[in-house]
């Protein structure tokens, strides 16, 4: 849930309003959106957030408002996009989607609270040893984390059991295929070689962030933007790497690179945070 959304959500209950929350809660094959998005409908059905627009965005909403009327408290809605299939959206996308659809109840909202606490989200890309030292400092100072790897022996509940996620895609072109990044997403790309490392950065840049980072040399970096840039990526858009990554304090070992990210990704997180910054 975006911070943006969290606010909202938060300011309806302490108001003493009630609505509803839509959450894309499983994906299989291509769909417009992928788990983690979220919608969110006031009584008067104005709305905040998106499922995916077009066709599935619009049945959600059918639903959201029936679910204004009954207070039916929680039901998961499972919807076919495939235009061949009987009962399917006429979307072309060809996945599936389910998506479950709450009512919360402003003097009560229950469980719905911790979902709403202001925790970003830090996505690592690579869960070799430098995510290994990583990934539980960026929980120790208030982070949700996603592992992705395209091995499954680096990420997996057993080498990373507090995160928020692993996930094992058959190859870094594949790296977004099972998250929804916003502008509150903080992308760190610490991937064990430079193809891996290009493959996430191509992806990352078409996508919202709030901090995008990456491991390696200057020089290295250097021949990765130059690819980019032939492929027609602007140069705004690739200044706002912080390659490479981490504040530069000497660091040496994986546990002291770690240390020079999270404090780094501290810095852009103050400074969004002063200045409102979302973008």
């Known amino acids: 849930m975006s911070e943006k959304l969290s606010y909202f959500a938060r300011d309806l209950i302490e108001k003493g309003e009630d609505f509803v929350i839509a959450?894309?809660?499983?994906?299989?094959?291509?769909t417009p959106?992928?788990?983690?998005?979220?919608l969110l409908m006031k009584k008067d059905g104005s709305t905040i957030g998106t499922v995916g627009g077009g066709l599935l965005e619009a049945e959600t909403e059918k639903l959201c408002r029936k679910t204004l009327e009954t207070r039916e408290k929680s039901r998961v809605y499972s919807f076919v996009?495939?235009?061949?299939q009987k009962g399917a959206l006429d979307m072309g996308c060809g996945g599936d989607a389910?998506?479950?659809?709450?009512?919360?109840?402003?003097?009560?909202?229950?469980?719905?609270?911790?979902?709403?606490?202001?925790?970003?989200?830090?996505?690592?890309?690579?869960?070799?040893?430098?995510?290994?030292?990583?990934?539980?400092?960026?929980?120790?100072v208030d982070f949700k984390t996603v592992v992705i790897d395209d091995r499954e022996e680096y990420a997996?509940?057993?080498?990373?059991?507090?995160?928020?996620?692993?996930?094992?895609?058959?190859?870094?072109?594949?790296?977004?295929?099972?998250?929804?990044?916003?502008?509150?997403?903080?992308?760190?790309?610490?991937?064990?070689?430079?193809?891996?490392?290009?493959?996430?950065l191509r992806e990352a840049l078409k996508r919202p962030f709030a901090y995008l980072g990456m491991i390696g040399s200057r020089r290295k970096n250097r021949l990765l933007y130059d690819e980019l840039l032939k492929?027609?990526?602007?140069?705004?858009?690739?200044?706002?790497?912080?390659?490479?990554?981490?504040?530069?304090i000497g660091s040496e070992t994986p546990e002291e690179i770690a240390?020079?990210?999270?404090?780094?990704?501290?810095?852009?997180?103050a400074g969004k945070k002063q200045t409102g910054d979302t973008k």
């Not at 959450?23 to 291509?30: E, I, P, W």
């Not at 240390?259 to 997180?269: C, G, P, T």
């Open 259 to 269: 240390i020079s990210i999270v404090a780094e990704i501290i810095k852009e997180r």
């Open 81 to 84: 996009l495939d235009e061949k």
């Open 98 to 140: 389910d998506v479950e659809i709450r009512y919360i109840d402003a003097s009560d909202p229950g469980d719905f609270v911790d979902e709403f606490r202001l925790a970003d989200t830090a996505y690592i890309f690579g869960g070799g040893h430098v995510a290994y030292a990583l990934e539980p400092v960026l929980r120790h």
């Open 231 to 248: 492929e027609g990526v602007s140069q705004e858009l690739i200044d706002r790497v912080h390659a490479p990554i981490g504040l530069d």
């Open 156 to 200: 997996n509940k057993e080498r990373f059991p507090k995160a928020e996620r692993t996930i094992a895609e058959p190859d870094f072109d594949h790296a977004f295929d099972h998250i929804e990044t916003d502008e509150d997403s903080y992308i760190i790309i610490v991937t064990r070689g430079h193809r891996g490392d290009l493959q996430v």
């Open 33 to 38: 959106r992928k788990k983690g998005a979220v």
């Open 23 to 30: 959450s894309v809660v499983d994906t299989k094959g291509s």
